[in-house]
């Protein structure tokens, strides 16, 4: 099994262009969550999925939208970045939801600078 | 809302040492901990977790952590360290029956020679 995917690795990115995030996943896990992780600050949940077709916000979802149309992929959307995204994502996924005794498997992230 | 604080940025030990990472937090109802640790340009990885049951958790690598419900802590412990343990450790939480993991801000451990 791979687990979490995530591409691209990097990524520079200039204001105002958009990109898309990919994060997939070979574990059949209902639940999906894209997290940002900045210096000094930890994670901050930006949206997350408990099935195909069910998204909801998390902590910081301002200048960002998801989908999720199969149960394997869960893309982040940026659609007009900003220097405040320059981050690194982290994209997870568990098979039930936090609280059930179930930890998140992470993907080895992917770094966004925007200049 | 739900809360983590780890104290300290940075924790140095000397190999063959115990360590320990604290962890407190706030939260409603009862808690669901967790350690992860992160190795440079990777994702995090799962280490242990507290649900219920015996205060004392242990997990992967030789590492422990000990619940204490009266001061909200989850520290992290480990009788002898060594330096291949160098990483950055979050300590999360999320509440019972609820979906969201709050992580702290991580702390630094470098163990050395």
Redesign the interface.
């Given at each position: 099994n791979a687990g979490?995917t995530q591409t691209p690795k990097f990524r520079i990115l200039k204001i105002g262009q958009s990109m898309t995030l990919q994060c997939t996943q070979d574990m059949n896990h209902n639940?999906m969550?894209w997290?940002r992780q900045d210096p000094?600050?930890?994670?901050?949940?930006i949206y997350?999925s408990?099935g195909a077709g069910i998204t909801d916000k998390?902590e910081v979802p301002n200048g960002y939208n998801v989908s999720r149309s199969t149960t394997e992929d869960f893309p982040l959307r940026l659609e007009l970045a900003a220097p405040s995204q320059t981050s690194v994502y982290?994209c997870?996924s568990s098979p039930t939801?936090?609280?059930y005794?179930s930890?998140?498997?992470?993907?080895?992230?992917t770094r966004l600078t925007v200049t | 809302a739900q809360s983590?604080a780890q104290p300290e940025?940075q924790v140095n030990v000397a190999e063959g040492n115990p360590l320990t990472v604290k962890c407190t937090y706030s939260v409603s109802g009862n808690p669901?901990l967790?350690w992860?640790v992160q190795y440079p340009?990777?994702?995090?990885?799962?280490l242990l977790?507290y649900?219920t049951g015996d205060n004392l958790v242990k997990g992967s690598y030789g590492f422990e952590a000990e619940f204490n419900k009266s001061q909200t802590s989850f520290h992290l412990k480990k009788p002898s360290a060594l330096v291949s343990d160098s990483a950055l450790y979050?300590c999360a939480v999320?509440?019972?029956?609820?979906?969201?993991?709050?992580?702290?801000?991580?702390t630094q451990l470098k163990v050395e020679l």
């Open positions: 979490v639940y969550y997290y000094g600050m930890g994670l901050k949940l997350y408990v998390g982290f997870a939801q936090v609280s005794n930890p998140l498997h992470f993907g080895n992230g | 983590v940025d669901y967790f992860y340009n990777r994702g995090l990885q799962f977790k649900i979050f999320a509440p019972g029956g609820g979906n969201k993991l709050t992580f702290g801000t991580g």
